[in-house]
């Protein structure tokens, strides 16, 4: 018998799983299913987006529950649920607060959902990526997180604007830690067309950029008060679709490392092969002398956090 449609569940019905759900939604890559522990929010934001059907031209059912049973037997698992920063709370409060979220998110949707490939997103993403490897037990192939996918298409984004050429020519990558400080945006690589970016733009152009890049969620946040959400959801999409449609993309990613890069027991953002197993192989690009330092301070930046995290 066929298997039918695939079945993608997005934990968390807040803005970036909405977006999700609509770039998923749109894209036809499969039913969705938009649960939270909010009463009547996942129903309304999943019939609101079943209405868009008709008129955007997608033929998915999306369902919105507070069941954690209705996302049984999913292909896809994005765990966006979590709670922000709020003034005056410390890094190690965030840390605790949402690592108690995801714990529970893994305990409830591993078990009926076995053979999926998770996706996270909750913040602090490095930290929470692991604290998911660690109480699931599931392979690091299928489980990693948001990351670069999102930090570089910011990074692209702004090399076209400053060079005045098509989005779609630039190719560059982030690498390292989800946060402004510590993400590592590959300036040596990054090119157009094959062109390197370091021949076009002067070297203080350039570094304005990838200044500009580390700061691209908190400049939507200070312009906007509120968290960037529709590029995240396009990104979560594009992993998606890698997976579900074994593309084979080429897509950082927050990954356990198990000696690539010479780290150890440490999640962090490096490039990867995306594919219907999940992350099928981690590529070692090389970095920079600059970059290497940088990568290394990042990595430890994360172990930092990792030391908050009740294991």
Same mark, same amino acid.
């Given at each position: ?17 909405? /977006? ?5 939604? *749109?894209?036809?890559? #499969? ?20 209405? &868009? ?15 954690? #049973? ?10 966006? /649920? ?49 604290? /998911?490897? =660690?109480? *699931? ?10 990351? #670069? &996918? ?39 690589? &990054? ?26 969620? &908190? ?6 008060? /509120? ?5 995240? #959801? ?41 594919? *219907? ?10 970095? *920079?002398?600059?970059?290497? =330092?940088?990568? =290394? ?15």
């Amino acid at each position: 018998m066929p298997r039918g449609r695939a079945k993608i569940t997005i934990v968390g019905a807040g803005t970036v799983g909405t /977006a999700a759900a609509h770039w998923i939604a *749109s894209r036809q890559l #499969g039913d969705v299913v938009l649960v939270d522990i909010v009463e009547g929010l996942p129903q309304g934001k999943a019939l609101d987006l079943q209405q &868009a059907g008709p008129i955007a031209g997608f033929d998915v059912r999306v369902m919105g529950t507070n069941d954690y #049973g209705d996302t049984a037997g999913s292909d896809v698992v994005i765990v966006t /649920a979590g709670v922000p920063r709020k003034p005056g709370m410390t890094r190690e409060e965030l840390v605790g607060t949402n690592a108690g979220i995801v714990r529970s998110v893994m305990e409830q949707v591993v078990p009926r959902s076995p053979d999926a490939v998770f996706i996270v997103v909750t913040n602090p993403l490095d930290a929470m990526t692991y604290l /998911a490897h =660690r109480v *699931s037990g599931l392979p690091r192939e299928r489980l990693f997180g948001l990351s #670069g &996918a999102l930090d570089s298409t910011r990074f692209r984004t702004f090399l076209a604007l400053e060079l005045g050429v098509s989005l779609q020519d630039v190719q560059a990558m982030v690498i390292g830690a989800h946060t402004d400080k510590d993400m590592v945006p590959l300036a040596s690589s &990054a090119n157009v067309r094959g062109v390197p970016v370091s021949r076009l733009l002067p070297p203080d152009r350039l570094q304005a950029v990838v200044a500009r890049t580390r700061r691209a969620g &908190a400049e939507i946040t200070e312009l906007m008060k /509120a968290s960037a959400f529709t590029a995240p #959801g396009a990104a979560l999409c594009a992993m998606t679709e890698a997976v579900l449609l074994d593309l084979k993309r080429v897509i950082p990613c927050c990954v356990y490392l198990d000696g690539e890069y010479g780290e150890r027991d440490v999640c962090v953002g490096v490039p990867v092969v995306l594919g *219907s197993r999940g992350v099928e192989r981690i590529l070692e690009v090389p970095l *920079s002398e600059e970059e290497e =330092r940088a990568f =290394r301070a990042s990595v430890a930046a994360v172990r930092e956090l990792l030391a908050a995290l009740p294991l």
